[in-house]
């Protein structure tokens, strides 16, 4: 697969920014958008079934489909979770667990929601 030049969900020159292949399919995307895409509530399963994929021999798997929220511009809940890493330096984890009682939860003005997990762990609950 050919490394695109530009983001396939925001457009962003790749060759002025850090990219990697989508888990939801083969999109080449930014590093912003990876942080979309891994505090998806659905990462952790897209995640699960290319690695399935791969094991079963599978180097050609599609993936499971991006869900659209992925491809319109970021909520305020989005918006957190990019500032977070970019504050942290480190990607959020998936959340493929039930959300623990002691995650804090953050509701934004646009409707948007995200938890924080004791662990560090960042995923959106809710979009715009
Ligand atoms: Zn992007």
Do not use: Q
């Amino acid at each position: 697969m050919d490394r695109a030049i530009t983001c396939a969900r925001c457009l962003a020159d790749l060759r002025t920014t850090t990219s990697i292949v989508s888990k939801f399919n083969t999109d080449w995307i930014c590093r912003d958008c990876k942080t979309r895409e891994v505090a998806h509530p659905k990462y952790a399963e897209a995640n699960r079934a290319e690695m399935e994929a791969v094991r079963r021999g599978d180097m050609n798997y599609p993936g499971i489909g991006v869900p659209a929220k992925l491809y319109r511009p970021p909520c305020k809940a989005e918006e957190f979770v990019v500032t977070a890493r970019l504050l942290t330096r480190d990607d959020p984890e998936p959340v493929s667990v039930s959300l623990p009682e002691s995650a804090n939860r953050y509701a934004f003005p646009d409707g948007s929601r995200a938890a924080v997990l004791p662990t560090g762990a960042i995923c959106v609950l809710a979009y715009a």
